[in-house]
């Protein structure tokens, strides 16, 4: 009989963090939910609570349909002062809980929720933990007429910013904006970074989360669920 531990798939260590996030929702919550895979797991996980929250609300359409499908409430941000906790997904995280995200496009959405929340609680599988930012391409949403100027702000500091397609068009986010995925960064100072390139014309939302950087990491690893917080 082999004693060996099984290895886990990604999709299976999305699940398991998505479940142990369960335990940072508190009864009669609104709870703040991110976009993504990861997520996804959550959402469904989130499913078998449903009688116990009051509802949620969301960073994307795409989550809100799940949330509504399982029949939890989605309440505009608006209409809450604050949430206790939100959970997303990141495509990066540092040992200091700083992210990248926007991988699936929702950053300014994702953001607005962190920031109207206590407690950021970031699931993600163990390919996610880096030392330092910038190896995943940094999602930037931007205002069309910006784009290249933007760009070319980026080309001064090395980077390479690519227009995200989809279907050969540009993408457009739930806000109606584009998305440049910028290569070739060392994000060393993510709180710097944050403030300088937001301050750019144009730019809509950096998908560098050091303002609203996570409280607590679930970080999905072969030997379980490891608990990281900052
Ligand atoms: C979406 C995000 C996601 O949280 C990020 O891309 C991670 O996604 P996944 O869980 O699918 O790996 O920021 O805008």
């Not at 949430?83 to 997303?88: A, G, W």
């Not at 540092?94 to 970031?122: N, Q």
């Not at 970074?193 to 690893?221: D, I, M, R, S, Y």
Request: proline content about 4%.
């Amino acid at each position: 009989m082999s004693t060996s531990t099984p290895t886990l798939s990604q999709d299976e260590l999305k699940t398991r963090v998505g479940q142990a996030a369960l335990d940072y929702v508190l009864p009669g919550d609104i709870v703040g939910v991110g976009t993504g895979s990861t997520v996804n797991k959550f959402i469904d996980a989130l499913g078998t609570m449903k009688d116990r929250i009051r509802g949620a609300v969301s960073s994307s359409e795409a989550s809100t349909a799940r949330l509504k499908a399982l029949g939890i409430e989605v309440f505009d941000a608006n209409a809450v002062e604050r949430l206790s906790v939100y959970v997303d997904g990141a495509d990066e995280i540092d040992p200091r809980g700083h992210m990248i995200k926007g991988g699936g496009a929702a950053l300014t959405r994702e953001k607005i929720v962190a920031a109207l929340s206590d407690r950021f609680v970031c699931i993600a599988d163990e390919s996610k933990w880096v030392p330092v930012l910038g190896a995943f391409p940094l999602p930037v949403e931007v205002i069309p007429m910006a784009a290249q100027q933007i760009a070319r702000r980026f080309a001064a500091w090395g980077g390479s910013a690519r227009l995200r397609l989809k279907d050969g068009l540009p993408l457009l986010t739930d806000n109606g904006q584009q998305i440049l995925d910028v290569t070739g960064l060392q994000i060393t100072d993510p709180l710097g970074f944050e403030n300088t390139v937001n301050n750019w014309p144009g730019v809509v939302t950096v998908g560098v989360f050091a303002h609203q950087k996570a409280h607590v990491c679930l970080l999905g690893t072969a030997a379980g669920v490891k608990t990281v917080t900052f």
